[in-house]
C-alpha cells in the first residue's frame, strides 16, 4: 500500500474543504485566520526555566580546499539539561556544521549516509544545478542498502524514472553563483522530510561576497547565525513526531496524525531550550532561520529600546537588502531568513531583553534571551544603502502562471494535484522572466528550489512587511493570493515548489517545474 492510499483518505475533514469550496481569495469574513496551522504536542516531562541554557552556535565546518564533508549519523544530545535526546544529526550535531563560502567559489559536499534510512540534501536557497540540489526521489541510501528503484518504492517513494539514486555517499557541487546570504541545507526525502528534519538534518550555509564584506556591519562573534525550531519531549527525552503515515516509526504514546503540521512546546535556538546569551553593548548581526516544520514566529525585543524599531532589517533570504528596514516585529514563516542587526547599545548595560514570540502563547511566546553584560567598543554601523537590486520588471514577464495550495481530497495539494515526480506543472524557458501567482486556503509557506524571486503584490495590493529583497520562501496568509515574479537563469532541468509547512509538503503539496 502506498503512503498516499493512506495518507490521503478523509484527510482534513470539514475544515478544509468548506474553505476551499468558498472560494479562496475572496476574502472569507467568518474564517478565522489563526497564527499557525498545525497540531500542538505537549512534552511529556519537565520542562527547563527560560533563560538558563546558553546560546550554541553551531561549529564552522572546516574544508580540504574546496571540499567538504558530512557524515549523516544517528547521536545522542543534550537538548533538554540532563535528559539525553536521540537525534539525527549531520556529524552529528544539531544543527549541522555552519558551512561559509565566498560568492561563486564551487563548494563540493560530500555527504555520508550512517543513517538507517535514505536522505537527500536540499541547499535551500541556492542557485543550483538540478543534480546536486537535492530532488526528492535522488536518495542516497545507506551502505548495504540495495540503491534501486524497487528498493525506493518499498521505502514510500513514488515512481521517477528521472530518479539518481546512490548508495553511501554523494558528493553535492554547488557553484554558488549568487549573492552573499544566509542558506541553509537540510534533508528533502519524498514524503519524509518532515521527520527527517524534526530529528535534526538541518544546518547553516552562508554566503559572502566582496560587496557584503565591506561594509561596515557586524561581523566575527557579533554575526550570529539563529536557527529557531519547536520540539516536544516523550518522557524518555526522545522527540515526538506523530506518526503522519504508516511507513514513520510510530512514537509510543503518541496517537493521532498530525497532517496539518507539527508543532513542539519547546522553543530552540540554535539547538538549545530557549537560551540566554551574553552580548556586549554593540550592533550585533543575527541571520534568523524559521527551521521550524510548521511554526510561524512574531519576533519581538521586549523591552523594545528607546524609541522602538529594535531589529533592523538588512537582508532576506536571499541577501542583502537595498536599504535597512527598521522593524518592531518580524514575522517568519517556515524557511525564511531575516538577516537583522540589533544595536544592544541602545539599552542600558546589565538590562536583560527578551526575544517573544507574539505569535505564541505560554512557553512558546518566549524565544531567547539577552543580557547586555559589557560596554564595547563598536565602529560598525548600518549603511543607508546596503546594495542594488534590480527590480524584475512585469513588463518583462513572458508567462502569467496560477497555482492554488489547498487541501483537498487528495491531501494538501497545488492545483488539485498532490506531488509525483512525473508531472511537470510548468514549464519556463531558461532565462525568462515569469509571474507566479499563489493562491491559499491556509497559511502556506511558499518556496520555490532554484531561483529567488521578488513579490509583487498581495492580494493586488503592495506587499507586506517582510516581502522585501530577494525571496525564495514566502508565507502565504489564509486566503490570500499573492504575485511573485523571477527569473529562471543558469540551469535547465527538473525543480520543485512546494509548501514548506513540512507536513503539507510531505502530504503532497509539492509539484515540477522544468526549465527548458
Ligand atoms: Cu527548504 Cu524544497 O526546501
Ligand atoms: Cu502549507
Known sequence: MSRFTFSRRGFLGVAGGVVAAAGVGAGIPWLARPAEIGTQLTSR?????????????????????????????????????????????????????????????????????????????HLHGGHTPPLSDGYPTDLVF????????AMAQSMGMAPDPR????????????????????????????????????RGLAGFHLIHDQEELALPLPRGDRDVPIMLADRAFAADGSLVYPAVD???????????????????????????????????????????????????????????????????????????????????QIQLSPAERFDVVIDFSRYRVGQQVVLRNLLGTGTT????????????????????????????????????????FLSSANGWTINGQAFDPRLINANPTLGD??????????????????????????????????????????????????????????????FIYHCHNLEHEDMGMMANFEVG
Do not use: C
Open 142 to 149: 545507506p551502505a548495504g542498502m540495495a540503491a534501486t528503484p
Open 246 to 328: 504508516p511507513t514513520l516509526l510510530h512514537t509510543p504514546g503518541v496517537t493521532g496524525s498530525a497532517v496539518q503540521g507539527v508543532l513542539g512546546d519547546v522553543i530552540l535556538a540554535n539547538g538549545a531550550p530557549w537560551p540566554a546569551m551574553e552580548v556586549d553593548a554593540a550592533r550585533y548581526r543575527f541571520r534568523f532561520l524559521n527551521a521550524s516544520n510548521a511554526r510561524r514566529y512574531g519576533l519581538a525585543l521586549d523591552p523594545p529600546p528607546p524609541g522602538g524599531a529594535g531589529l533592523i532589517q538588512i537582508g532576506s533570504d536571499g541577501g542583502l537588502l537595498r536599504a535597512p528596514i527598521p522593524h518592531d
Open 45 to 121: 516531562l519537565p520542562l527547563p526555566q527560560p533563560f538558563t541554557v546558553p546560546l550554541p552556535v553551531p561549529p564552522v565546518a572546516t574544508p580540504t580546499g574546496d571540499h567538504y564533508e558530512i557524515t549523516q549519523q544517528v547521536a545522542t544530545k543534550e537538548i533538554l539539561p540532563g535528559v539525553p535526546t536521540e537525534i539525527w544529526g549531520f556529524n552529528g550535531i544539531y544543527p549541522g556544521p555552519t558551512i561559509v563560502s565566498q560568492s561563486g567559489q564551487r563548494t563540493i559536499v560530500r555527504h555520508r549516509n550512517h543513517l538507517p534510512a535514505p536522505t537527500v540534501v
Open 163 to 198: 530518479a539518481v539514486l546512490a548508495e553511501g555517499t554523494r558528493d553535492y557541487d554547488y557553484p554558488l553563483r549568487q549573492r552573499a546570504t544566509t542558506l541553509w541545507y537540510h534533508d528533502h526525502r519524498m514524503g519524509f522530510t518532515g521527520a527527517s528534519v524534526y
Open 365 to 404: 511566546a518566549n524565544v531567547m534571551r539577552f543580557h547586555i553584560v559589557r560596554p564595547a567598543t563598536d565602529d560598525t554601523h548600518i549603511p543607508a544603502r546596503l546594495t542594488e537590486i534590480d527590480t524584475l520588471n512585469p513588463s518583462q514577464a513572458t508567462t502569467t502562471r496560477d497555482f492554488s
Open 433 to 494: 522572466t515569469e509571474i507566479w501567482r499563489f493562491v491559499s486556503d491556509f497559511h502556506h509557506s511558499i518556496h520555490l528550489h532554484l531561483v529567488q524571486f521578488q513579490v509583487l503584490s498581495r492580494d493586488g495590493r503592495a506587499p507586506g512587511p517582510y516581502d522585501a529583497g530577494w525571496k525564495d520562501t514566502v508565507d502565504t496568509l489564509p486566503a490570500q493570493a499573492i504575485t511573485v515574479i523571477a527569473r529562471f537563469t543558469d540551469y535547465r532541468g527538473r
